[in-house]
DNA sequence: CGTTCCCTTGAGTAGTTTCAATACTTGTGG
DNA sequence: CCACAAGTATTGAAACTACTCAAGGGAACG
């Protein structure tokens, strides 16, 4: 994979760099991200489909992604529900390290690279290092900003608004980590993905994506975008991306006070 | 209002005695539940539709939520979306303590009543104990989970669906904190909000309640749910409350390890 | 006792679904 | 290198769901 990240992807923090790049890692200090580092136990690669954690089981350990893309799912009678997508720098499971138990399953999009962080690291950091801690607990707090975002397009958008939105959502959030261009956004997400991501049909993503096209905003090409226009795309999709909190109206530019 | 909750509410914890009860309340000690009694600065008042808390407010205090219910929303050109609701014993924007800025409003849905938590209480509490530290952490996980089970709803549910599932959710949480009985579910709920919760118009709102009530499941006035038959309203609305972690397959039953 | 908000109903329109059929890709084995 | 299989993408048609606009009825509050 591709890997040009910010100051901080370098040898010293080559596990954990990329994490809250872009957001609160600037109040990390030197000492905080090295012991950041070195909460890491090990590594592990998934093929795309693998389950790294399913639905209601006992955890013993986080993984925070360092190369590929997974999803969170919610499996039902009715199919699968997509309910949050990672990118390299994200916790995918720190959820789990609080909850216990996941309510939800987290499933390698595409190949994957994680680095291994067991709980009982997390619990002495808690008691060490409640400044590291508190970043942790903003990081999640970053998921669930995301999952509201969500809810909100479902409410609001319609089929291709929502596409496009999902694909400029990607964009920002592979900015942080040093992992976009202007030329295309990349996920490996077929259509099926799309359609689970929005909650409508397959055939319905296809419009939707034949919309995009038709109407000279973007192409959509084996899950990779490629933009026509991208300012016309972010206002069809009203894309504000201060949600995320990088650089904008809600970001976090003080230390912690 | 009417109250009636479990064992900890009681003098010692007039304030904070709902906090996580049903959930993890029972691994808190009893030093545990006097500290988070004694974060609690002081009360205050809100009438409906009165704002708590502004997208982008730049903030250093935190409420728990004593009576009454809340909204989160986000207000767009398009109108409000509603994307949480809290009852009694939620920290409603405990979001803020790490995140400085929410990326959402918090608003009275009828009066409610809340205890004020000073944000340097909370990071004075990381230091000392982090194991309320993680029980706090705990409860904005949980917020988090429903926003997944909300957008799995709006993913696969259709109206009427979605309407009924809000409503045994709101019961199966207001049973947590000992204010649901077996004869109405009874928020201030306007259709209009229910029509924001489900991203849907005022209008089929109107027509979602009146399918419940058509199909025998239950009957809707005023905001108050009547339920007819409680099997069949669950199994309709698809409502498995195991994403609640109350008791059940995701419950969390050692203490923390 | 009116005003205001909320609820209800009808009719026509837009968005989405299902079913079905066809083509394109990619990977596998011959 | 080709042939096949499996998964993915595309298109059409009919049905359904939810939307908007519009108008009228009802409840709560001052």
């Not at 295309?184 to 909650?199: S, V």
């Not at 016309?232 to 006070?257: C, K, M, N, S, V």
Request: hydrophobic residues 40%; aromatic residues 8%.
């Amino acid at each position: 994979m591709l890997r040009r990240t910010g100051q901080d992807f370098i040898a010293e923090y080559r596990l954990t760099g990329d994490f809250l790049a872009g957001r609160l890692r600037h109040v990390l200090s030197e000492d905080d991200k090295r012991y950041i580092e070195s909460l890491v136990d090990r590594t592990r690669s998934l093929e795309d489909g693998e389950h790294l954690v399913r639905r209601g089981e006992l955890t013993d350990e986080c993984a925070i992604l360092l190369e590929g893309f997974m999803f969170r799912t919610i499996e039902s009678a009715q199919g699968r529900s997509i309910v949050g997508v990672n990118v390299p720098g994200d916790f995918v499971d720190l959820h789990g390290f609080a909850l216990k138990r996941l309510d939800h399953d987290v499933v390698a999009a595409g190949k994957a690279r994680l680095g291994i962080v067991p709980h009982r690291r997390l619990a002495r950091m808690m008691e060490e290092q409640p400044g590291i801690a508190r970043a942790m607990w903003f990081a999640t707090l970053l998921d669930a900003a995301i999952h509201r975002k969500w809810i909100e397009m479902l409410e609001r958008l319609d089929a291709p608004r929502q596409v496009a939105h999902h694909y400029l959502e990607l964009h920002t959030r592979l900015g942080f980590v040093g992992l976009a261009n202007s030329y295309a956004i990349r996920p490996p997400f077929t259509q099926i993905d799309l359609a689970d991501m929005c909650g409508i049909s397959a055939v319905h993503a296809n419009r939707a994506v034949s919309k995009l096209r038709d109407a000279n905003l973007a192409e959509i090409r084996r899950g990779t975008l490629y933009p026509k226009d991208w300012k016309a795309l972010r206002e069809y999709a009203q894309f504000e991306p201060d949600y995320l909190y990088g650089d904008g109206t809600l970001h976090h530019i003080e230390a912690w006070g």
